[in-house]
């Protein structure tokens, strides 16, 4: 079975310049084949202000990608900051974000993690196959 992953038209630049993710900036945007380092750093690196909701681009990968897809989104984090916890809506992320009580640098390793637990299996698939992974090499070339 090929493992399918939705992408969201709308996810912004993890640059954060209110700019769609595009394949012309790839250090602004995911993709499928990305390593799993790649997809951490990108998310390490993507611009998320403290306690801003609006334009943000890794709340919105939680809205469109990890919510939908997983139905929940743990957020591991020290007792310290709260302990870790799952949310189930995207309204609750949002709160605690915007009230402080979800900090940047626990959300998104939180992302991070999340996201490549979804990618794994396709990267695994690019990798067993070999016509897709011909494919994906082709695609390569064009990035």
């Known amino acids: 079975e090929t493992p399918v992953i939705l992408l969201h038209p709308v996810l912004s630049s993890l640059g954060g310049n209110s700019k769609k993710m595009s394949s012309s900036d790839p250090a602004t945007a995911i993709f499928m084949d990305d390593l799993e380092n790649e997809v951490t750093t990108k998310v390490k690196k ?3 202000a403290e306690k801003n ?3 943000n681009p890794v709340l919105e990968l939680v ?4 919510l939908p897809f997983n139905k929940s989104f743990e957020v591991a984090r ?3 900051n709260g302990g870790n916890k799952v949310y189930t809506t995207i309204e609750d992320v949002e709160a605690d974000f915007k009230d402080g009580s979800l900090h940047p ?3 998104k390793p939180a992302v991070s993690k999340a996201l490549n637990v979804i990618l ?3 990267r695994e698939h ?3 196959n070999q016509q897709m992974k011909q494919l994906a090499d082709a695609v390569k070339k064009f990035k």
């Open 46 to 48: 993507a611009f998320c």
């Open 63 to 66: 809205k469109f990608i990890l």
């Open 126 to 128: 690019f990798k067993k």
């Open 78 to 80: 020290d007792d310290k």
């Open 120 to 122: 794994n299996p396709v």
């Open 53 to 55: 909701v609006d334009n």
């Open 105 to 107: 640098s626990d959300l």
